[in-house]
DNA sequence: GTTGAAATAT
DNA sequence: CATATTTCAA
């Protein structure tokens, strides 16, 4: 950078030579630095924003940092694609949205000129992108249940940047290896025992590379930001079977209602969302194949016993914080009940809610 | 706040 | 395509 200072040719008697040299001295500083972390290529584009203005006081005076900085990025982006086409790293990053300044309307730029902004940044994002990260989570480590995040700050750029990854097993208290229910609480469930620490070991599945859920749209202009999805939730088939058994205590999939049958579930951390969720499956299930059908695989679903032995499910060892309920689809079931479409109809003047409606639409839209 | 259905995301 | 999550309207 220091040679290139020389090919600047200035007026060396222009009175306005020192100030310029200062300027200049001023300048390549902040480009060595801009230079630099691009080099390390651990910059973000806001922080390429903040540096932009940095430079944009200089730019109309001293037009030739122009240039230096055009040859900069010019090679810095030569390399990175060569970096690039070695290998793609997984890009772990998000960024947030930083000030909340006015995007369309706001306030007039500063600087007349925008072109050469413009394309510098439209050059810019072909190499912003690849964000070296370590991808690793130790997985001894990994309090599962809890978020970890991580500030990147630079030094030079504020806090307008930030990364964050976002890395959970599951929530809450998801975790708790059992208490056992002190005593009076195994009332119903044909001999269920309420197991507290049954489904949170599940969603551990497949993390194998990294579990990073977020998305914002960063197009132009607008940043909108959601809170990361929530780690999935897997229905073991134990998960299932509680599932199934609650609901049909609760008179059929029509009847039941979410948060009866997660009261029923026992389940600790088990959410109603969840359970919401799950059920509206089912149903859509049971709606698709009324009856017979003996797709065997397809149907595995509800094929479980109706109350089986779950008994033994959960409750091996306690030690292990890693759960066990994580067994693949092993439970084979032996279909008691093949055609169990219409649930049980029992009660009937329960008039308040609809369900009794809803079967009746059903049935008028089959017809 | 709960629920069911539909829109999304994985 | 299947399943889980989020959003939306009652």
Redesign the pocket.
């Known amino acids: 950078m220091g040679e290139k200072l020389k090919e600047l040719n200035l007026d060396s008697d222009s009175i306005f030579v020192p100030k310029i040299i200062s300027d200049i001295l001023k300048e390549v500083s902040v480009i060595d630095d801009f230079s630099r972390k691009l080099s390390k290529l651990d910059f973000h584009v806001n922080a390429f924003e903040e540096e932009l203005k940095k430079i944009d006081a200089f730019k109309r005076e001293l037009p030739n940092c122009m240039h230096l900085l055009e040859d900069a990025i010019e090679k810095l982006k030569e390399e990175e694609l060569q970096l690039k086409g070695k290998e793609l790293r997984p890009v772990i990053e998000q960024f947030i949205p930083y000030k909340s300044d006015s995007d369309e309307n706001g306030r007039e730029k500063r600087s007349g000129d925008f072109s050469d902004k413009k394309n510098w940044m439209s050059s810019a994002q072909l190499w912003s992108t690849p964000v070296l990260y370590e991808n690793n989570f130790d997985s001894r480590n990994q309090d599962s249940g809890y978020i970890k995040s991580r500030y990147q700050e630079e030094g030079g750029i504020g806090s307008d940047y930030k990364l964050q990854v976002y890395n959970f097993g599951n929530r809450g208290g998801a975790f708790v290896p059992f208490k056992k229910p002190s005593g009076d609480e195994m009332k119903e469930t044909n001999g269920l025992v309420p197991v507290q620490g049954l489904s949170l070991s599940s969603?551990v599945c497949e993390m194998g590379s990294n579990d990073l859920?977020?998305?914002g749209k960063c197009g132009n202009g607008r940043v909108q930001q959601?809170?990361?999805?929530?780690?999935?939730?897997?229905?073991s088939p134990e998960l299932h079977k509680r599932f199934v058994n609650a609901l049909h205590q609760l008179g059929g999939a029509?009847a039941?209602?979410?948060?009866?049958i997660?009261e029923l579930m026992k389940v600790d951390g088990l959410t109603?969302?969840?359970?919401?969720?799950?059920?509206?499956?089912y149903?859509?299930?049971i709606q698709k194949l009324p009856s017979s059908s003996a797709g065997v695989s397809?149907s595995s679903?509800f094929t479980q016993e109706r109350y089986g032995d779950l008994s033994k499910a959960i409750v091996t060892h306690s030690g292990s914080p890693q759960g066990p309920l994580n067994h693949g689809g092993s439970t084979k079931g032996v279909s008691v009940n093949g055609g169990d479409s219409m649930e049980e109809d029992e009660d009937e003047k329960s008039e308040s809610?609809?369900?009794k409606s809803?079967l009746q639409?059903q049935v008028e839209e089959h017809l």
């Open positions: 969603p859920s977020l998305k959601q809170q990361p999805r929530k780690q999935r939730r897997c229905w029509q039941a209602t979410p948060k009866q997660r109603n969302d969840e359970v919401k969720s799950h059920l509206q499956k149903r859509l299930h397809s679903w809610h609809s369900w809803r639409k």
